[in-house]
């Protein structure tokens, strides 16, 4: 038989309130409250343990005798029910009597399948953006079961305004070219500071463009900086740099080329005024030492290069995604441990590049140049470019830094 909520009918509300409305019994409805909920019978006994005077005497008046002295108190629901029928104050029994003193009564079973029905219809909206974007199915996914928008939402209502509101952002990232984030959030969701740092939107919407771009963990204000940026949206315009050697094709770079000097470009620069030329080849480095010596040993003669100086910034990927755009073909090299292939994986994953004297073969015969070297630390990082050479790191257990092969380097850029 289909249980159904248990809803008011008519009881004398004067009588009732007076007979079960003593708050000495209190306890007593809310137990026959919850067994409702439960879809238990209003059948057998209910006990309190270590019963105050006032509620022992409540008890007394609504039997009409003496409920015991024991440490417990308990009273029977059938007797309740069956006095409630038969003096005609709830014709309907005790059951039609709690609803008419605490509200209508759900079963628990049924408002716990409403309400995960409800929150199955709240990620609708993302469910409908990764069918559009498979980048975002594994996102989606994680989500259902991680519990990061229960605890950003707290009910199904607030998770499906919380969902489509993401899901309106990231349908419409990325950008191109770059906007400022207020500029994008006022446009596209009413409010430039509907994606303002803390909020649930900003913290869901942003492991959303991580799930979009394969930006790697991190943290604080200036990894934030950079996954905003590599959708094109942009916190901060003159905080992201990025350094660079005998790049041409503005006015500025076309001098400092001239001179053989290092220039140091800000996403300003890039988004407003970038190169109008790119050269065929350009060699990344992950430190900046090896740019400096570069331009101390062949100044303007250098082949073009940039360096990342760490995780690649936004304005670092800006510039390579442009470069690249315009057909230039990337050489890679970094430092020989965990982090060095680390930052070269992030990378790969948002510009394609082959290694510069970064394959397993290298490191190896760097090994043998410097057997005695700092000790590798920290968890295995695969090297897609190079299956082989996280196993020979770890066969070797020893760091190699790019300023330990920088002649090797060197060589290359003359």
């Known amino acids: 038989m289909e249980l159904t909520p248990v809803t008011a009918v008519t009881v004398d509300d004067v009588r009732l309130r007076r007979l079960l409305g003593d708050p000495g019994l209190g306890w007593l409805v809310d137990r026959a409250r919850r067994r409702l909920e439960r879809g238990q019978p209003l059948i057998g006994p209910v006990?309190?343990?270590?019963?105050?005077?006032?509620?022992?005497?409540?008890?007394?008046?609504?039997?009409?005798?003496?409920?015991?002295?024991?440490?417990?108190?308990?009273?029977?629901?059938?007797?309740?029910?069956?006095?409630?029928?038969?003096?005609?104050?709830?014709?309907?029994?005790?059951?039609?009597?709690?609803?008419?003193?605490?509200?209508?009564v759900t079963l628990l079973g049924q408002a716990r399948a409403e309400e995960q029905r409800s929150w199955q219809e709240a990620y609708g909206p993302v469910d409908t953006l990764a069918d559009e974007v498979p980048a975002l199915q594994v996102?989606?996914?994680?989500?259902?079961?991680?519990?990061?928008?229960?605890?950003l939402a707290g009910t199904p209502t607030a998770a499906a305004d919380l969902l489509g509101r993401a899901a309106t952002a990231l349908a419409?990232?990325?950008?191109?070219?770059?906007?400022?984030?207020?500029?994008?959030?006022?446009?596209?969701?009413?409010?430039?500071?509907?994606?303002?740092?803390?909020?649930?939107?900003?913290?869901?919407?942003?492991?959303?463009?991580?799930?979009?771009?394969?930006?790697?963990?991190?943290?604080?204000?200036?990894?934030?900086?950079?996954?905003?940026?590599?959708?094109?949206?942009?916190?901060?315009?003159?905080?992201?740099?990025?350094?660079?050697?005998?790049?041409?094709?503005?006015?500025?770079?076309?001098?400092?080329?001239?001179a053989g000097e290092p220039a140091v470009l800000t996403l300003r620069q890039l988004t407003r005024c970038p190169p109008l030329s790119a050269p065929p080849t350009v060699r990344i480095c992950e430190n900046p030492a090896v740019l400096a010596a570069a331009a101390d040993t062949y100044g303007a003669d250098c082949a073009p290069l940039v360096c990342l100086q760490g995780q690649p910034s936004a304005a670092a990927l800006t510039l390579l995604r442009h470069l690249h755009t315009h057909g230039a073909r990337f050489r890679y090299h970094g430092d020989f441990d965990w982090g060095g292939l680390r930052i070269a994986a992030a990378l790969l994953r948002r510009v394609?590049?082959?290694?510069?004297?970064?394959?397993?073969?290298?490191?190896?015969?760097?090994?043998?140049?410097?057997?005695?070297?700092?000790?590798?630390?920290?968890?295995?990082?695969?090297?897609?470019?190079?299956p082989d050479l996280p196993g020979a790191l770890e066969e070797s257990g020893v760091r190699v830094e790019e300023e330990a092969v920088l002649n090797d380097l060197l060589s290359d850029l003359g």
Request: hydrophobic residues 40%.
């Open 47 to 104: 006990s309190l343990s270590v019963p105050t005077a006032g509620q022992r005497s409540a008890a007394e008046r609504l039997l009409g005798r003496t409920p015991g002295s024991g440490r417990s108190l308990s009273v029977r629901l059938d007797a309740v029910d069956d006095l409630l029928r038969r003096s005609g104050i709830s014709p309907a029994g005790l059951a039609a009597a709690v609803v008419a003193l605490t509200g209508p």
């Open 139 to 151: 996102w989606v996914e994680r989500l259902r079961s991680d519990g990061l928008v229960r605890r």
């Open 172 to 258: 419409a990232l990325p950008v191109e070219p770059p906007v400022s984030l207020p500029t994008f959030s006022a446009q596209h969701l009413g409010s430039a500071h509907a994606l303002d740092d803390g909020t649930p939107l900003c913290t869901l919407t942003l492991s959303g463009v991580r799930a979009l771009t394969g930006f790697p963990d991190g943290s604080g204000a200036q990894w934030r900086r950079e996954v905003w940026a590599s959708v094109g949206l942009l916190r901060d315009e003159l905080s992201s740099t990025v350094l660079t050697l005998n790049l041409r094709g503005t006015p500025a770079l076309d001098w400092m080329a001239e």
């Open 352 to 386: 394609p590049w082959s290694p510069w004297r970064y394959t397993a073969a290298d490191y190896r015969a760097a090994v043998r140049t410097q057997p005695v070297g700092p000790p590798l630390a920290g968890a295995r990082v695969d090297a897609p470019w190079d």
